[in-house]
């Protein structure tokens, strides 16, 4: 990178000019596709020019970090597990590639997504999510509840994945924290032989977080503007 900096420099670009810049090589067994610093400029890409490579690292300048998967162990949606990195199969920060946007939470940090343009849920309703990957949506195009001192739920719907059944039929909920740090996809369908691809919460079911109170219900998708009714309830509800 620093050999690629100054051999632009010498040639009239000095990178201290442009907001971001990519140093791009012949692949080499440096055991990675490409790389980036987090919340500044400078991206390698190693052998790998495709947009997908490419608009990852160039997230990681803008300032986010990866979209995980938050993998459990006891059968549960969100109980013991393990981070799987880049195990978001529906962001570009994860494995999703370049139809798939960034999660709201990443955007909400990028001011691509302002205040305006999501809903922080403070009492139970029924809420329109539009597509979070549509830039004409003008309805809000993800929602907040937050869950504790650290983290939030961000509810979603994309209308990109026509060829996944849940994410067209479904809800998608991650977990977006209060640092800057990887997110937590959650896959409602915990150890089914489909692994994340259906995570989201179909039409109809409800994922309840008994801890925190928290209960979240799609109940409808609709077709002009194309979106996802969300049910949100708050409370302990016996039975």
């Given at each position: 990178?620093?050999?690629?900096?100054?051999?632009?420099?010498?040639?009239?670009?000095?990178?201290?000019?442009?907001?971001?810049?990519?140093?791009?090589?012949p692949?080499?067994s440096?055991?990675?596709?490409?790389?980036?610093?987090?919340?500044?400029?400078?991206?390698?890409?190693?052998?790998?020019?495709?947009?997908?490579?490419t608009?990852?690292?160039?997230?990681?300048?803008?300032?986010?970090?990866?979209?995980?998967?938050?993998?459990?162990?006891?059968?549960?949606?969100?109980?013991?597990?393990?981070?799987?990195?880049?195990?978001?199969?529906?962001?570009?920060?994860?494995?999703?590639?370049?139809?798939?946007?960034?999660?709201?939470?990443?955007?909400?940090?990028?001011?691509?997504?302002?205040?305006?343009?999501?809903t922080?849920?403070?009492?139970?309703?029924?809420?329109q999510?539009?597509?979070?990957?549509?830039?004409?949506?003008?309805?809000?195009?993800?929602l907040?509840?937050?869950?504790?001192?650290?983290?939030?739920?961000?509810?979603?719907?994309?209308?990109?994945?026509t060829?996944n059944?849940?994410?067209?039929?479904?809800?998608?909920?991650?977990w977006g924290?209060n640092?800057?740090?990887?997110?937590?996809?959650?896959?409602?369908?915990?150890g089914s032989?489909?692994?994340a691809?259906?995570?989201?919460?179909?039409?109809?079911?409800?994922?309840?977080?008994t801890?925190?109170?928290?209960?979240?219900?799609?109940?409808?998708?609709s077709?002009s503007?194309?979106?996802?009714?969300?049910?949100?309830?708050?409370?302990?509800?016996?039975?």
């Amino acid at each position: 990178l620093t050999d690629g900096e100054a051999l632009a420099r010498a040639a009239g670009f000095d990178s201290a000019s442009y907001n971001l810049f990519i140093v791009a090589f012949p692949g080499m067994s440096f055991g990675y596709s490409g790389k980036a610093r987090v919340g500044r400029a400078g991206v390698w890409l190693n052998g790998s020019f495709g947009s997908s490579v490419t608009a990852h690292e160039l997230g990681h300048n803008y300032g986010v970090h990866h979209a995980n998967l938050w993998q459990t162990t006891d059968g549960t949606v969100i109980g013991t597990g393990a981070n799987v990195e880049y195990g978001n199969l529906f962001d570009v920060m994860g494995r999703g590639g370049t139809r798939a946007q960034p999660i709201g939470w990443f955007k909400s940090r990028l001011d691509w997504l302002l205040p305006a343009a999501y809903t922080t849920v403070s009492a139970d309703g029924t809420f329109q999510v539009q597509p979070i990957d549509d830039p004409a949506a003008a309805g809000p195009r993800a929602l907040k509840i937050v869950k504790d001192a650290t983290r939030s739920y961000w509810v979603e719907f994309r209308q990109l994945y026509t060829t996944n059944r849940w994410a067209s039929n479904g809800a998608m909920l991650n977990w977006g924290y209060n640092n800057n740090t990887g997110s937590h996809l959650l896959d409602m369908t915990p150890g089914s032989s489909n692994g994340a691809n259906d995570a989201p919460l179909l039409v109809g079911r409800t994922f309840s977080d008994t801890a925190s109170g928290i209960h979240i219900t799609p109940v409808a998708r609709s077709a002009s503007p194309p979106g996802m009714d969300v049910v949100v309830k708050r409370g302990s509800f016996p039975g």
